[in-house]
């Protein structure tokens, strides 16, 4: 790969600036393309882009930048699309710092700014060649997510079309589901999540074989379709919904019939259980009715040892001696049929007894 070095007034890279849904971020007269398909959306907080306008204005030096050169001219930002997207948004207008716009500074400042020179690195090379160099150099930024590599890989109608349903700051995804998914859509965990969902957990390998399709429809509608489930199957919203894995439960069990009633009666029940201790767990229980989901309270060690005191060291199941390191607690009467985990229901059983029990 070919580089080399160059200085860029800040007032021309601003030129031209534009930000569209239509024509993407473009600057530098319209020969720069300041986010690639590659690249990740605007993350930076208030404080870091405030932090680049200080830098600038005080004449300290920002980073070093990378920009791709495209044989017809034109450049991509490989790497600094954060930083750039902060001053060409302040000299645009977008926002203030210390509540003085562009607008509001003196003649003299607005130069300050607008001569400020960014080092730039022109690199030229293939396709191959420029996500390599990508990864690489971002190593010592803002880690990639791993969507965010993956998006690197699988360019194309596809993924633009994917990221204007899950990947924008207040998209259709995130106002539909905020209350359902965990993570941020400009960090591409909502696209992340929602091809896990539909694919089993093979992101990769969904990627793969739509990355070439005209648009995400058939994702979109799908993810659609799983928080409508949801809040047909489960009316009444608790804060321990956001973060299931709401993909598998509707995969599994969307043609199934539930009573709503009856499942948000004993979604109660749960909720004011002590015994249950992964609250969260509750709705995938009341589906698949598998008490892993639960984490259901484990005996304390002094109720554990009372029990095997009492018990003279002897499994009640197979009848033979074991050391209380060899024996596990175990609710005598089971906590599906109303046992609780208190010393009086507890019994310590062998390791293979308390396994076959188990497994009943």
Excluded at 50 to 70: C, D, G, H, R, S
Excluded at 129 to 143: M, T, V
């Amino acid at each position: 790969m070919k580089i080399e070095l160059h200085e860029i007034a800040i007032k021309d890279i601003c030129n031209g600036y534009v930000d569209s849904q239509e024509n993407g971020i473009v600057g530098y007269g319209g020969k720069l393309n300041i986010r690639p398909q590659y690249q990740r959306e605007f993350v930076y907080d208030d404080k870091k882009r405030n932090a680049v306008i200080e830098t600038i204005f005080k004449q300290f030096p920002l980073n070093v930048m990378y920009w791709v050169k495209n044989e017809d001219g034109t450049f991509e930002v490989l790497d600094g699309q954060q930083r750039t997207i902060s001053f060409c948004q302040y000299v645009n207008g977008d926002f203030s710092v210390d509540n003085r716009a562009f607008h509001n500074l003196t003649k003299t400042e607005q130069s300050i700014i607008l001569n400020y020179k960014i080092m730039v690195y022109f690199c030229e090379g293939n396709d191959k060649e420029k996500l390599d160099w990508f990864k690489i150099i971002n190593i010592a930024g803002e880690k990639l997510t791993d969507q965010e590599l993956r998006n690197a890989v699988y360019t194309g109608r596809w993924l633009t079309s994917a990221k204007t349903f899950f990947s924008k700051s207040g998209c259709v995804a995130y106002l539909l589901a905020k209350d359902y998914v965990n993570g941020s859509p400009i960090r591409q965990e909502y696209l992340e999540t929602a091809i896990e969902w539909i694919n089993d957990g093979k992101v990769e390998d969904y990627m793969s074989r739509n990355q070439h399709k005209p648009n995400a429809n058939e994702l979109w509608m799908y993810f659609g379709s799983i928080i409508k489930w949801v809040k047909l199957t489960f009316p009444v919203y608790r804060r321990e919904m956001k973060g299931i894995n709401w993909g598998a439960l509707y995969n599994n069990y969307r043609n199934a019939t539930f009573d709503t009633n009856a499942l948000e009666k004993e979604i109660q029940e749960l909720m004011i259980d002590d015994d249950v201790t992964n609250k969260k767990g509750i709705y995938s229980f009341v589906l698949t009715r598998e008490e892993k989901y639960l984490s259901i309270r484990a005996f304390t060690e002094k109720q554990k040892r009372e029990a095997y005191e009492r018990q003279k060291g002897i499994c009640p199941k197979c009848g033979k001696y074991f050391d209380i390191k060899e024996m596990a607690g175990d609710h005598i009467t089971p906590w599906s049929k109303g046992g609780q985990t208190i010393a009086s229901n507890c019994q310590m059983l062998c390791v293979d007894c308390n396994r076959r029990k188990s497994n009943k």
